[in-house]
T-cell receptor, first 111, second 114 residues
Framework: SQQGEEDPQALSIQEGENATMNCSYKTSINNLQWYRQNSGRGLVHLILIRSNEREKHSGRLRVTLDTSKKSSSLLITASRAADTASYFCATGGGSNYKLTFGKGTLLTVNP | EAGVAQSPRYKIIEKRQSVAFWCNPISGHATLYWYQQILGQGPKLLIQFQNNGVVDDSQLPKDRFSAERLKGVDSTLKIQPAKLEDSAVYLC????????????FGQGTRLTVV
């Protein structure tokens, strides 16, 4: 079963604009991760935020986590055409640290 | 650092045939995952190994799918017999410990069942 649900399912923006994707999940987690997938490079890890953290930055990426609302957001600033990809949130939790992915957001950045 | 290796990259088989996929994780990684990704969907966890023991296989269709991890390193995933709905990309991933660490993915095997 899918743990996370990304919103929106698809997003189309112009180069230079910011892109925001949201993820909601159902059960308690140890951490939440964001991954990118494009046809050329497969699934690539972007950033991990732990359950006791509220915000994390990595380059042009900013992730927030609200455990009370069971939600996270990924902000990509100053988008580039190369950011075109599907973005997935993945939750890690439970005694076995099961890593469960959502359905993803397809981001298209138009030049 | 070498990444996660998977083979083959592509496979086409007829329904009711059997198929096997191979994965070599990053050296020293204790946790190995197999995911099934159907076109347009997110990866679905099939099985998770910690060293050579299974820690989760709740979504593995055990009547037709099997997996093993040899000596806590390489892993194989087998489907026997295959059904049309098994057409998907099968992804292998590994992580250092599994406890709060990032997963590294291979390029995947695209299976088409006709």
């Amino acid at each position: 079963s899918q743990q996370g649900e990304e919103d929106p399912q698809a997003l189309s923006i112009q180069e230079g604009e910011n892109a925001t994707m949201n993820c909601s999940y159902k059960t308690s987690i140890n951490n939440l991760q964001w991954y990118r997938q494009n046809s050329g490079r497969g699934l690539v890890h972007l950033i991990l935020i732990r359950s006791n953290e509220r915000e994390k930055h990595s380059g042009r990426l900013r992730v927030t986590l609200d455990t009370s609302k069971k939600s996270s957001s990924l902000l990509i600033t100053a988008s580039r055409a190369a950011d075109t990809a599907s973005y997935f949130c993945a939750t890690g939790g439970g005694s076995n640290y099961k890593l469960t992915f959502g359905k993803g957001t397809l981001l298209t950045v138009n030049p | 650092e070498a990444g996660v290796a998977q083979s083959p990259r592509y496979k086409i088989i007829e329904k009711r045939q059997s198929v096997a996929f191979w994965c070599n994780p990053i050296s020293g990684h204790a946790t190995l995952y197999w995911y099934q990704q159907i076109l347009g969907q997110g990866p679905k966890l099939l099985i998770q190994f910690q060293n050579n023991g299974v820690v989760d296989d709740s979504q593995l269709p055990k009547d037709r799918f099997s997996a093993e991890r040899l000596k806590g390193v390489d892993s194989t995933l087998k489907i026997q017999p295959a059904k049309l709905e098994d057409s998907a990309v099968y992804l292998c991933a590994s992580s250092a410990t599994g406890w709060g660490t990032e997963a590294f993915f291979g390029q995947g095997t695209r299976l088409t069942v006709v």
